[in-house]
């Protein structure tokens, strides 16, 4: 072998001398060839896929913008409860304000701490329980939400099976959100119904530009139970879809199954990047009528993962495990707010804790405050949840 290596040259050699250009050609051949392998690699290096410890899912500190921000807030406590705040650009969004009443200080130092002008330009109540609506009140100790900040914009649910007053005559929790509202009203916000947005009525739209440029909209959908009766207070929640160029995110608070039906019987619902999903989590929402239409590659789920507040059948806590059997075959990217931990005096702990979502339009990016795992890669679920075998 070493002959005819040591033959080849020999040749290559009387080959150059008798055409010296031939090597010119070969050096500048192999120049190009060695530039050209070089910036592969550093291309390679440069743009390494960063570090997940999501589970698939890339981590928050991969996009620096300003353009959408999207906060699931750990609400601080055991109980379930509800509470988005959207900024884009310098538009404020707070979409309902749950748990429970004393949850007004955690989700106003949360907005307070990333709000730049301490306003907020729309606040979105879904409907009339308590954990969707009770931090807009406060407490005597706690100002509510719609004390602590000024609003411009109220949206709120056209219809509701509450009464304001209780048979004693005192106001109902539903009774203190409207008397907060009001006083916000005549403080100078503006107060629109979910349909009067759909309708266009009283100087309401039905879309709304969240920055100058107008390629970030919040567009209110139309919901059945915004002009109907309903047996089931959740069917009468206010139905959002973020758009960003053509990326979308759906907010349906906690519309039940026949409202999810009606929902996309009556809206032109596109594949959404992320998926609020309904009703923290119950068997009831996140129906197959929907999410075969919606497609989403990421749910959050805002709940305390495991607590027997409204149930005590195990697969039936949030987030149940009929909501994961029909997410499953969707998207692996599921998260959770809060945890149910009685080992601790609080009787919670972050799951995921606060959820963030940054996205530019194109580049989007999600992670837990606390920690940036999966669902199905828990602890939790091993022991508390199976993942179903057409799961992605």
């Avoid at 758009?243 to 009606?262: A, I, R, V």
Wanted: contains cysteine; hydrophobic residues 35%.
């Amino acid at each position: 072998m070493a002959k005819k290596r040591s033959g080849a040259r020999r040749e290559a050699e009387r080959a150059i001398r008798k055409n010296p250009k031939l090597f010119v050609i070969l050096l500048v051949i192999f120049l190009i060839v060695a530039v050209v392998f070089g910036v592969a690699v550093w291309y390679l290096h440069t743009h390494e896929e960063p570090e997940n410890p999501g589970g698939g899912s890339p981590g928050v500190g991969d996009i620096v913008t300003d353009e959408l921000a999207i906060y699931f807030i750990d609400v601080g406590n055991k109980y379930t409860g509800d509470s988005i705040y959207i900024r884009c650009g310098t538009t404020d969004i707070l979409i309902d304000a749950g748990s429970q009443q004393a949850s007004a200080k955690a989700v106003g130092d949360f907005v307070e701490s990333h709000s730049e002008d301490k306003m907020l330009d729309y606040v979105i109540a879904t409907h009339a329980d308590q954990d969707h609506i009770a931090g807009f009140v406060g407490t005597a100790a706690e100002k509510g939400i719609f004390e602590r900040f000024k609003v411009k914009t109220v949206i709120d649910f056209p219809r509701t099976n509450k009464d304001l007053k209780t048979a004693s005559g005192n106001d109902t929790l539903y009774g203190k959100y409207v008397a907060a509202r009001d006083a916000e009203v005549e403080g100078g916000a503006v107060h629109y119904t979910a349909l009067d947005c759909w309708k266009e009525e009283k100087g309401a739209k039905r879309s709304y530009a969240l920055n100058e440029e107008g390629t970030v909209t919040m567009n209110v959908l139309y919901n059945y139970y915004y002009e109907n009766k309903a047996a089931d207070e959740n069917n009468y929640s206010v139905c959002l879809l973020f758009s960003q160029g053509e990326t979308h995110y759906l907010f349906t608070g906690d519309l039940e199954e026949k409202g999810e039906e009606y929902l996309v019987q009556n809206n032109p619902l596109p594949h959404v990047k992320l998926f609020k999903a309904g009703h923290h989590g119950s068997p009831t929402s996140s129906t197959e009528a929907l999410l075969r239409v919606i497609q989403p590659e990421y749910v959050c789920v805002c709940c305390c993962a495991g607590s027997t507040e409204y149930t005590d059948t195990p697969a039936n806590t949030f987030p149940s495990q009929a909501m994961i059997d029909r997410i499953a075959p969707y998207t692996k990217n599921i998260f959770v707010t809060a945890l149910s931990d009685e080992s601790k005096s609080s009787g919670y702990a972050p799951f995921n804790g606060t959820i963030t979502v940054l996205s530019d339009g194109t580049n989007f990016s999600i992670a837990g405050s606390n920690n940036s795992t999966v669902l199905k890669e828990t602890a939790w679920f091993a022991a508390n949840r199976v993942w179903p075998r057409d799961g992605k």
